[in-house]
């Protein structure tokens, strides 16, 4: 059985955490409306909503903006969203 929690999905001994997990605690720490988080990060407040749900992947665009604004590189946004999507891979298979 899978347990599916907005971001974080755990199936037998595998655990993804969605990439959103993550920027929801930098929101939080910059103490930021999500409203104007997204105007930093230019999308739209929805956009923002459906990666912080896990329900939207991290772009190279959104990578790049995400690395402007909290100082973590572009690569690594980019690589916790690979591995979302690899164990997601294995848990579904």
């Not at 720490?29 to 929805?46: P, Q, R, T, V």
């Not at 459906?50 to 100082?71: Q, V």
Request: with cysteine; hydrophobic share 45%; proline share 1%.
């Amino acid at each position: 059985m899978v347990n599916m929690t907005n971001k974080i999905v755990e199936y037998k001994d595998l655990i993804a955490f969605h990439p959103g997990q993550y920027l929801g605690e930098f929101i939080e720490d910059f103490e930021m409306a999500k409203k104007e988080f997204a105007e930093c990060l230019g999308i739209s407040e929805m956009k923002l909503v459906k990666l912080l749900n896990g329900e939207e992947s991290i772009s190279n665009d959104i990578a790049e903006n995400l690395a402007r604004l909290t100082n973590v590189s572009m690569q690594t946004w980019l690589n916790l969203q690979n591995v979302y999507d690899v164990k997601m891979a294995e848990i579904l298979e």
